[in-house]
């Protein structure tokens, strides 16, 4: 007969880590760099607090479990209480990009169905325009006091503070099934429509409770953990979560992310940790090394959303910054694997640790992963065989928000990426599968292609992409930022690559450009680039 467990049931909800925070690290601070233009500083009492009457206001304002609340913010300590207040009521905190196209925000407010949006003042003109394609929004909050109302506003609009105000902050966090839906993000988008992940409470608690772990993110109560990654994207890693699960002080950035700002805060709030995609990082080593700078607390650092270029993480490394290179996605919560050497391979020689660092690493607890070939069986762990990767685990989405195709084959999610899994299960993602570039019929990785040009001290920014060739279908072209004040020229940059690439990887020309176009969430975006590149005559064709 099946014996069952005598241990308490509590189910796993998004207000418990805040709760716990509360009551465990009261004292400790989260500062916030506001859009007004000040720092605020509070702590975990304080903004449970101030949860409890977000939650109060949109049970006022007679918003429902299940119902979706939407946000357009930055990450600051508002956002932090909507966060929290919104889930821990049981409604839905759903996050949008606000560098997103305005008609693609219309769809997804309207497909969402949120009920209130709260936004950023940097915001209001996006809201202006949005706001008459959102019929159903009942009312658009502006995240700020009263004083900072604009008189003028095209929409009518509520103010936060006020809205706070009038609550005394008398609620007890109901309980309820941990598997009810919590928050929503969705995907980019770059074809189609974007798709919504519709986390549970189980799924982000457990998401939570994993990335805090040494070999994961490592997150501690004796960091001090500034995301830049935006509350905006993927729920900014989860570190909204787990930081208040771990009790470490939290900074949080606002609206000012280039490297002066950063540097700024990273000092001031003596930021030990932090986490963010490969297009911030460039431009804080930018300002770093330009002015001769160190940091004097921040010790470690996450990089994930697009390949961390090796390049990168040995600048880091030399400024004593530890680089966690991770990956992960929305549809993943996000993350799946982070890369952290074993005991066994401390006494490497320094490039073969690098060459294991440089991978995306090894799954975290909860996340499984395989790779497939083109008929779906499951390809050998040799470092070298490369295919589809899926994975599966609690805190992978099953199905997209109101969606009925399911995405899942045999039980896995289909990531889209292509990857490599060694023997030691360290996965090294070497494309998307849409930015491969297939030369007659063989894979060229443009990642690979990227990390060589990123490591040309005259190269800001490299992207790779496939050009049309007569013979070969596809080759790959170099699109390149120069470093300001530094020349490279192209014969220089291909000569670069010898010996470092097989020889037919080797970019067929090169393209310099002043910019390349980033994607909401800072990743390059290929798509428009191969659409700018689309009649580029090759030499070679
Ligand atoms: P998103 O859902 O916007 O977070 O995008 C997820 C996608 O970003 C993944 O499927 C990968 O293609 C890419 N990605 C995330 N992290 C990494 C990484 N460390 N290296 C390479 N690609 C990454």
Redesign the pocket.
């Known amino acids: 007969m099946a014996l069952m467990g005598q241990m308490m049931s509590a189910p796993l909800l998004i207000s418990s880590i805040i709760k716990h925070a509360a009551r465990y690290y009261a004292s400790t601070e989260i500062v916030s760099r506001r859009t007004e233009g000040d720092l605020h500083r509070y702590t975990y009492r304080d903004c449970e607090l101030r949860a409890r009457k977000v939650a109060q206001a949109l049970g006022a304002l007679g918003v429902q479990q299940g119902e979706r609340v939407g946000t357009l913010a930055w990450n600051g300590y508002r956002h932090l209480e909507i966060y929290y207040g919104v889930s821990g009521m049981g409604a839905v905190c759903h996050t949008i990009n606000p560098r997103l196209f305005p008609e693609q925000i219309a769809y997804i407010v309207n497909h969402a169905e949120d009920r209130y949006v709260f936004f950023d003042a940097t915001f209001l003109p996006l809201v202006e325009g949005v706001a008459p394609h959102c019929p159903n929004v009942k009312g658009w909050v502006m995240m700020t006091d009263r004083a900072h109302m604009p008189a003028d506003a095209k929409v009518p609009l509520l103010c936060y503070e006020d809205l706070i105000d009038a609550q005394d902050g008398d609620y007890a966090w109901p309980e309820f099934d941990e598997n009810l839906a919590s928050s929503l993000c969705y995907?980019?988008g770059t074809t189609g429509n974007p798709k919504g992940a519709l986390y549970s409470h189980r799924s982000t608690v457990l998401h939570s409770y994993a990335s805090a772990l040494p070999d994961a993110l490592g997150c501690s109560a004796r960091d001090v953990i500034l995301p830049v990654v935006p509350m905006f994207?993927?729920n900014a890693w989860g570190l909204p979560y787990s930081v208040p699960l771990v009790g470490a002080k939290l900074v949080l950035p606002g609206a000012k992310l280039d490297g002066a700002s950063l540097y700024e805060l990273f000092e001031q709030e003596k930021v030990t940790f932090s986490a963010g995609v490969p297009t911030v990082w460039l431009g804080l080593l930018q300002h770093v090394n330009a002015n001769n700078l160190k940091f004097s607390t921040f010790r470690r650092t996450v990089?994930?959303?697009?390949?961390?270029p090796p390049a990168m993480i040995r600048a880091l490394e030399a400024l004593d910054v530890e680089v966690i290179?991770?990956?992960?996605?929305?549809?993943m919560s996000?993350l799946g694997t982070s890369c952290k050497l074993l005991a066994r391979h401390e006494d490497l020689p320094e490039d073969a640790r690098h060459k294991i660092l440089e991978k995306?690493g090894r799954v975290i607890y909860g996340v499984d992963m395989k790779i497939v070939d083109g008929e779906g069986a499951e390809l050998p762990w040799d470092g070298k065989a490369f295919g589809d990767l899926y994975v599966r685990g609690p805190w992978v989405i099953s199905t997209y928000f109101r969606n009925d195709n399911t995405p899942l084959v045999d039980g896995w999610f289909p990531?889209?990426?292509v990857a490599t899994i060694d023997e030691e299960g360290y996965m090294q993602?070497t494309d998307?599968s849409k930015d491969v570039i297939k030369s007659g019929g063989e894979w060229i990785s443009s990642?690979d292609i990227e990390n060589v040009a990123a490591a040309h001290p005259a190269v800001h920014m490299a992207a790779c992409i496939s050009a049309f060739h007569p013979k070969w279908d596809e080759r790959p072209l170099l699109v390149v930022v120069r470093r300001p004040g530094m020349d490279v020229t192209r014969e220089e940059l291909l000569a670069f690559f010898e010996g470092k690439v097989a020889k037919w990887w080797i970019p067929d020309d090169v393209a310099f450009v002043t910019e390349i176009p980033l994607t909401a969430?800072g990743?390059m975006q290929k798509l428009k680039l191969r659409d700018q590149f689309k009649d580029y005559k090759l030499p070679t064709a």
Request: charged share 15%.
């Open positions: 995907t980019s994207h993927v990089i994930g959303g697009s390949a961390a290179h991770a990956w992960g996605m929305t549809e996000p995306q990531t889209g990426d993602i998307r990642i969430t990743k």
